[in-house]
C-alpha cells in the first residue's frame, strides 16, 4: 500500500513539474514581448533585453496609442467581438436547446443534429465562401466577419451535450407549474448552465479577436481590418510612422521593434484581462458538454 501512495506522488510530482515547465514555456515568449515593449530602442537593438526591460520607457505605447490606424483597427475588432457573439451566442442557444431534446419530442433531431454535423466535416473551402460573401453584397462590411461563421457548430453539440445532461425533473415539474419552453430555457437551463455558457464564451471571444485571415480575404480597404489583420500587415514590414519622425529616432526610445512588440501587447491585453474571470468555468463545462451525444 505504502509502495502504492509513493509511486502515486512521484507520479503527481512528475505532472506537475512538467505542466510548470510547460506553462514557463508558453509564458515566456508573451514576458519577452513585454519586456522589449517597455525597453528603449537601442537596448532592444543590441539583443540585451530578456525577461525584463532595460532603460524602462513608455514611448513605444504612446507612439501605438496614438496611431489612428491601431486605434481604428482596434475599435472595428470591438465591434466585430460584440456583434460576433450576440450572433454566436444567441444562434448557438436557439439551436442546441431543441437539438437536446429526446426523439419523442422531436422526432426529427438526428436529422437536424447531422445536418450540422456534416458541416464540420465537409466545408464549402474558402473560394466558393468569398463567391457567396461577394454575391450576398456584404463583402468589405462587418457582416462579412461575422455571418460566416455565424453558427460556431462545435459550441452547439459541447451546449446540447450539457443541456441533456441536467435533470429532466426539473423541466417536467416546471412544466407542471405551468411554464413553457420558452420560460424553461431562460429560467431554467441558462441559470444552470453557466460553466457551459462561459466555456463558449471564452472561445467565441478568442475565436473573434484573434481572427486575422478572413480580414484580409473580406476586407478591401485596409481601413477596415480589424486589429489582428492589421497587425499582420504591419508586424512584416517597417512603420513609415517611425522613419518620418526625426524626435523619436534621435531620442533612441521607439525603434520599429519596440513599437511592434508594444502592439503585440496591447492587441493581447483584452483575452489576458477576460479569462481570469471565465477560467473558474472553463474545465467543468468542457468536460460536462462531451461526456454525453
Known amino acids: 500500500m505504502s509502495k502504492r501512495l509513493t509511486s502515486r506522488r512521484l507520479f503527481l510530482l512528475g505532472n506537475n513539474l512538467f505542466l510548470l515547465l510547460l506553462a514557463i514555456a508558453c509564458l515566456l515568449p508573451l514576458i519577452n514581448v513585454l519586456a522589449v515593449s517597455f525597453s528603449s530602442s537601442s537596448a532592444a537593438a543590441a539583443g540585451l533585453v530578456k525577461l525584463w526591460p532595460i532603460e524602462f520607457t513608455l514611448a513605444s505605447y504612446k507612439h501605438a496609442l496614438g496611431k489612428k490606424e491601431f486605434i481604428d483597427a482596434f475599435i472595428v475588432s470591438l465591434q466585430r467581438v460584440a456583434l460576433g457573439y450576440s450572433i454566436n451566442m444567441l444562434l448557438t442557444i436557439l439551436i442546441a436547446f431543441p437539438l437536446s431534446r429526446e426523439k419523442s419530442a422531436l422526432r426529427s433531431r438526428s436529422v437536424y443534429a447531422w445536418f450540422f454535423i456534416v458541416t464540420m466535416m465537409f466545408s464549402g473551402g474558402l473560394i466558393p465562401t468569398y463567391m457567396t460573401v461577394r454575391s450576398v453584397g456584404i463583402l468589405d462590411t462587418m457582416w462579412a466577419l461575422v455571418l460566416p461563421g455565424a453558427v460556431p ?14 435533470p429532466k425533473e426539473i423541466e417536467e415539474a416546471a412544466h407542471i407549474d405551468g411554464a413553457g419552453h420558452w420560460r424553461v430555457l431562460l429560467s431554467i437551463y441558462l441559470p444552470l448552465s453557466k460553466p457551459a455558457i462561459a466555456t463558449i464564451t471564452l472561445f467565441v471571444l478568442v475565436g473573434h479577436w484573434n481572427a486575422w485571415f478572413d480580414g484580409l480575404i473580406y476586407m478591401n480597404s485596409p481601413a477596415n481590418y480589424p486589429l489582428q489583420s492589421y497587425l499582420q500587415t ?39 484581462a477576460i479569462y481570469p474571470f471565465l477560467q473558474k468555468y472553463f474545465m467543468k463545462g468542457l468536460v460536462m458538454g462531451s461526456v454525453k451525444g
Open 234 to 272: 504591419v508586424i512584416i514590414e517597417v512603420d513609415p510612422s517611425l522613419v518620418s519622425n526625426t524626435e523619436l529616432i534621435n531620442s533612441q526610445l521607439v525603434s520599429d521593434r519596440t513599437f511592434k512588440a508594444a502592439q503585440v501587447f496591447l492587441a493581447a491585453l483584452p483575452v489576458l
Open 153 to 166: 457548430v462545435f459550441n452547439v453539440i459541447l451546449l446540447m451535450n450539457f443541456f441533456r445532461n441536467l
